[in-house]
């Protein structure tokens, strides 16, 4: 079955270091998603990609986020400058249409530590 | 704005047993969609049952159903004859209808099945 890919799985990263956080969606999507989960705490939206552009993105996506689509087969998070409170577990999602029409499938996370 | 709220951080049941899993949320939408998913130690989120906000009746997914009161703003999920393949964090979501793009997460309940 096929399944969205994150990697690495585990990311330790001082303070002020850049670090991209890699995702390949399932091939024929179209829809793709970052969230993030501090410990303890919500999932949280960050943004979402469409036709090589951020369709929506939340008040946590500031300046210091990007996101991109490179080679046609990964989906990008990058975070320029890390702070501790970045530090958080990311998950990338993907889906054929929006995901209010189809499954959102999901992977299976990135744990970021910024230290 | 969007708030979505799981009052049960843990739970357990023996196996075979019943479980009822709770998810209360507020919004002042009225089309919208709601979630549960799943995910299991060390894998992905994926999507155990969805609920259209229009629709009366409540979704049923093999040994999953759901119990949504609009009024109330409540969509519990139960789960019976409870499978050890069932331990998982769940986390209840809810979606926009009009923008489809962004699910809104609890902070999940962690529940595990006791051979």
């Known amino acids: 079955e096929p399944e969205v890919t994150q990697t690495p799985s585990h990311q330790v990263t001082q303070m002020g270091q850049e670090v991209i956080l890699r995702c390949v969606p399932i091939?024929?999507?179209?829809?793709f998603y970052w969230y993030r989960q501090i410990l303890g705490q919500k999932v949280e939206f960050l943004v979402s990609?469409?036709?090589?552009?951020?369709?929506?993105k939340s008040e946590i996506f500031d300046d210091q986020f990007s996101v991109e689509r490179p080679d046609g087969s990964n989906f990008t998070l990058k975070i320029r400058s890390t702070k501790l409170e970045d530090s958080a577990m990311y998950f990338c999602?993907?889906?054929?249409?929006?995901?209010?029409?189809?499954?959102?499938?999901f992977g299976q996370g990135t744990r970021l530590t910024v230290v | 704005a969007q708030t979505v709220t799981q009052s049960q951080p843990e739970m357990s049941v023996q196996e075979a047993e019943t479980v009822t899993l709770s998810c209360t949320y507020d919004?002042?939408?009225?089309?919208?969609?709601l979630f549960w998913y799943k995910q299991p130690p060390s894998r992905q989120m994926i999507l155990v049952i969805r609920?259209?906000?229009?629709?009366?009746q409540n979704a049923t997914e093999n040994r999953f159903s759901v119990n949504f009161q609009k009024a109330a703003k409540s969509f519990s999920l139960k789960i019976s004859d409870s499978q050890l393949g069932d331990t998982a964090m769940y986390f209840c979501?809810?979606?926009?209808?009009?923008?489809?793009?962004?699910?809104?997460f609890g902070t999940g309940t962690s529940l595990t099945v006791i051979p």
């Open positions: 999602a993907s889906s054929d249409s929006p995901p209010k029409d189809q499954e959102a499938f």
């Open positions: 091939s024929n999507h179209l829809y």
């Open positions: 990609f469409y036709n090589n552009e951020i369709s929506e």
């Open positions: 919004t002042s939408e009225n089309n919208y969609y």
């Open positions: 609920q259209e906000a229009y629709k009366q």
């Open positions: 979501a809810f979606m926009k209808r009009d923008t489809g793009n962004q699910f809104y």
